[in-house]
């Protein structure tokens, strides 16, 4: 059997499984709203379930079985017991449980670029999933992103398993079909050659090549069920790879999932590094039977007896953790009340990943002595809803810590959207969120420590922006593509960022960039590419004029910010700052679309730049008034933007006239685009933010 899905747009494997909690609510009656509240969190960890892109198939050929049937039990206790076994710390688990005709065989794969603990978590929460999508079948398989589960009521130990197939394929097109098929085709026999002489605990591998014919490089992994000898490992991946004319013919990236084995490749990195095995870790057998507490018996009795112990050693735990819940609650007693308040402002789903924040609080007098008491010679930045601290932890880790005011009316909603946004995030080109505090009405923010400040403090500077040469330059301008990117296409949720600007990218050590803020961002679900809304909140000139004048935006109106500041980073001036040229006055945008319909572009350029690759600052320039473009449809998505500022000779297209085009001195330009300017002008002179304080207005919506 073949199933083929198709996606216009990439839906990496950086994304996570639905794995938050339910927080209830608790009101006038502690005790009884507290065991109420985990007998809940109980029930949603019980069905908590996969992503809805997870693959899943269900063999109608094995028979069904009825709820609580002894191969159900048999089943439901294997699975449960996966977390049993300590000695695997290699994502791997194979095990049966039972007696036949009722023995229930299982696997469980993770990916080996992902962390055993979190992924193991990931494949128990999918068997309820799966067993939800495929209801009392004796045999069914979810492919997650991260994962694969397989469970049977015949032997699946050491079999090559090719059926069923199915098919995710990235919807793009290559330009050089030859050119990619071959470098593919290289890269998919190397992979399968890797991952085939892999030993009993790992049999993956990921890698990528870099293809000239459509100035792309291909990432790509091949991965097989570790009990698989190398030359049926090698088959399989075989098989799988002879099925990309298939699916994938002329398509820039694919998804192949077999029960034995899967391949993938996409044009952009979509894992992580390979986690390091423990060299002295050994598998066990597959033959094992779960922990002895479980082990099964042929009689009726011993089976009776098995039931009545479990259900009492599940009973004392389940007492022991509501006395511990009860406890936690009666020392944070005062933390959950104003939750409580926020989730009554802000009803509407937010509840079930409170949990998730909770395991990321830190302690208020530790931040405290952290920053030396908030001491002034700490600080680091002032915005609209708070001041940014520098700070030191006992270990010696530095940490920026954001205090929102107390003042602020959206303090609270900030404060919840950032942790319950930010927490979730995890890219190389975005601040990562270490934690969070509140003590009464102190509401912290503590992110990882970025040394060299904002970009903002290096490129408006007439002397600091000397030291940003263009090879830094450019690289910063891709590392935000990189971080948009991810944020549009690559994390769980759409996220669109809605105040990028200068002041929100900061610099590592290594001046490499990072996106911070997340106060503005919009959650959307995978298959939604806009919203509305009345209340318009940025940073004035790099609104996109469909946001500032109608309240629409989506990934297109990030990829105009994203424009205005590529084009501030070539040139070294802000986008509402006068630029003179000659006896005429105009603003960067306007400066920089006439200069280029001229054939003058380099009129753009900052003059501090020595030694630069004219053809690579030429491009960018391009790049920039792509994105500028008034109508979102023509402007390019950042998956688009981040192909073009990897390719050195792709065709670009001619740009139209850029949203705010305001004339020189001596020319006029309409009225609508000379009060519009002169808005941006004044309010982003007026509500600049400076480091990682926000200035905007982060109420949900």
């Known amino acids: 059997m073949v199933s083929q899905l198709k996606s216009p747009t990439p839906s990496p494997d950086t994304s996570t499984s639905s794995d938050f909690l339910l927080f209830i609510l608790i009101r006038e009656n502690y005790s009884a709203m507290v065991l109420l509240s985990f007998l809940c969190y109980l029930f949603v960890t019980a069905i908590s379930h996969v992503k809805a892109g997870d693959s899943v198939s269900c063999d109608n050929n094995r028979g069904n079985y009825t709820a609580n049937s002894t191969y159900d039990n048999n089943l439901k206790t294997l699975i449960s017991t996966f977390s049993s076994h300590k000695q695997i710390n290699y994502g791997f688990y194979n095990f049966s449980y039972g007696q036949d005709p009722d023995r229930a065989y299982a696997m469980g794969l993770c990916r080996g670029d992902q962390e055993p603990?979190?992924?193991?978590?990931?494949?128990?929460?999918?068997?309820?999933?799966?067993?939800?999508?495929?209801?009392?079948?004796?045999?069914?398989?979810?492919?997650?992103?991260?994962?694969?589960?397989?469970?049977?009521?015949?032997?699946?130990?050491?079999?090559?398993?090719?059926?069923?197939?199915?098919?995710?394929?990235?919807e793009r097109n290559v330009s050089d079909v030859d050119a990619y098929n071959e470098a593919l085709s290289s890269l998919m026999?190397?992979?399968?050659?890797?991952?085939?002489?892999?030993?009993?605990?790992?049999?993956?591998?990921?890698?990528?090549?870099?293809?000239?014919?459509?100035?792309?490089?291909?990432?790509?992994?091949?991965?097989?069920?570790?009990?698989?000898?190398s030359?049926?490992?090698?088959?399989?991946?075989?098989?799988?790879?002879?099925?990309?004319?298939?699916?994938?013919?002329?398509?820039?990236?694919?998804?192949?999932?077999?029960?034995?084995?899967?391949?993938?490749?996409?044009?952009?990195?979509?894992y992580n590094s390979t986690t390091v095995l423990d060299s002295n870790a050994t598998p066990p057998s597959p033959s094992l039977q779960p922990p002895s507490v479980f082990t099964n018996n042929t009689s009726s009795g011993q089976s009776k007896i098995r039931i009545v112990i479990i259900s009492v050693a599940v009973a004392a735990v389940s007492m022991v953790l509501i006395l511990i819940f009860i406890c936690i609650y009666l020392r944070l007693g005062k933390p959950k009340q104003m939750f409580q308040a926020n989730n009554r402002k802000h009803s509407g789903g937010d509840e079930d990943e409170?949990?998730?924040?909770?395991?990321?609080?830190?302690?208020?007098?530790?931040?405290?002595a952290a920053t030396n008491d908030f001491s002034d010679s700490n600080k680091l930045g002032r915005g609209g809803f708070g001041i940014v601290y520098r700070g030191k932890l006992p270990d010696g880790q530095m940490i920026a810590v954001k205090r929102l005011l107390q003042e602020s009316n959206q303090g609270e909603g900030e404060f919840k959207n950032e942790v319950l946004l930010v927490a979730r995030l995890q890219h190389r080109n975005l601040?990562?969120?270490?934690?969070?505090?509140?003590?009464?009405?102190?509401?912290?923010?503590?992110?990882?420590?970025?040394?060299?400040?904002?970009?903002?403090?290096?490129?408006?500077?007439?002397?600091?922006?000397?030291?940003?040469?263009?090879?830094?330059?450019?690289?910063?301008?891709?590392?935000?593509?990189?971080?948009?990117?991810?944020?549009h296409e690559d994390s769980r949720l759409r996220i669109i960022h809605r105040d990028i600007k200068a002041s929100n990218i900061l610099l590592d050590n290594e001046m490499n960039p990072k996106i911070?803020?997340?106060?503005?961002?919009?959650?959307?679900?995978?298959?939604?590419?806009?919203?509305?809304?009345?209340?318009?909140?940025?940073?004035?000139?790099y609104m996109a004029p469909e946001y500032a004048m109608h309240g629409l935006f989506s990934v297109k109106s990030d990829v105009f910010s994203f424009g205005v500041l590529v084009l501030e980073i070539?040139?070294?001036?802000?986008?509402?700052?006068?630029?003179?040229?000659?006896?005429?006055?105009?603003?960067?945008?306007?400066?920089?679309?006439?200069?280029?319909?001229?054939?003058?572009?380099?009129?753009?350029?900052?003059?501090?730049?020595q030694n630069f690759s004219i053809n690579e600052i030429m491009r960018c320039i391009h790049i920039g008034l792509l994105c500028i473009q008034e109508d979102a449809a023509d402007r390019p998505t950042m998956a688009a933007v981040a192909l073009m500022l990897n390719s050195y000779s792709l065709s670009l297209a001619i740009p139209s006239k850029p949203a705010?085009?305001?004339?020189?001195?001596?020319?006029?330009?309409?009225?609508?685009?000379?009060?519009?300017?002169a808005e941006n002008q004044n309010a982003t002179t007026s509500n600049e933010s400076i480091n990682q304080a926000s200035n905007t207005d982060p109420y949900p919506r």
């Open 117 to 170: 603990n979190m992924c193991l978590t990931k494949l128990i929460n999918s068997f309820t999933y799966l067993k939800q999508q495929c209801p009392n079948q004796r045999e069914a398989i979810v492919w997650g992103g991260e994962f694969t589960l397989w469970y049977s009521n015949r032997s699946i130990f050491g079999i090559v398993e090719t059926s069923p197939t199915i098919f995710l394929v990235y």
């Open 189 to 229: 026999t190397n992979l399968t050659n890797k991952a085939a002489s892999g030993d009993s605990r790992r049999k993956y591998d990921a890698d990528n090549v870099y293809e000239p014919g459509n100035f792309v490089t291909i990432y790509g992994y091949a991965l097989c069920m570790p009990d698989l000898s």
């Open 231 to 270: 030359q049926q490992c090698s088959d399989c991946l075989e098989a799988a790879v002879s099925q990309i004319p298939v699916c994938c013919k002329g398509k820039m990236g694919g998804n192949i999932l077999q029960p034995s084995c899967r391949i993938r490749f996409d044009p952009y990195r979509f």
């Open 354 to 368: 409170i949990t998730i924040v909770e395991s990321l609080q830190f302690n208020f007098d530790i931040i405290r």
């Open 431 to 487: 601040v990562r969120l270490l934690g969070f505090c509140f003590e009464e009405n102190e509401r912290l923010l503590i992110y990882e420590f970025v040394t060299n400040k904002s970009l903002d403090y290096f490129i408006f500077d007439p002397i600091r922006k000397a030291q940003l040469n263009w090879q830094m330059r450019y690289e910063i301008i891709k590392g935000i593509a990189r971080g948009l990117l991810y944020l």
């Open 516 to 541: 911070s803020d997340f106060g503005l961002a919009r959650l959307f679900v995978i298959d939604q590419s806009q919203g509305n809304t009345n209340r318009i909140v940025g940073t004035y000139g």
């Open 570 to 609: 070539i040139s070294g001036h802000k986008n509402s700052a006068n630029i003179r040229h000659g006896n005429n006055i105009e603003y960067l945008l306007s400066f920089a679309w006439k200069s280029w319909k001229e054939g003058k572009a380099t009129n753009i350029i900052d003059p501090s730049l």
């Open 660 to 677: 705010y085009f305001y004339g020189s001195g001596t020319e006029t330009g309409s009225l609508h685009d000379k009060q519009l300017w």
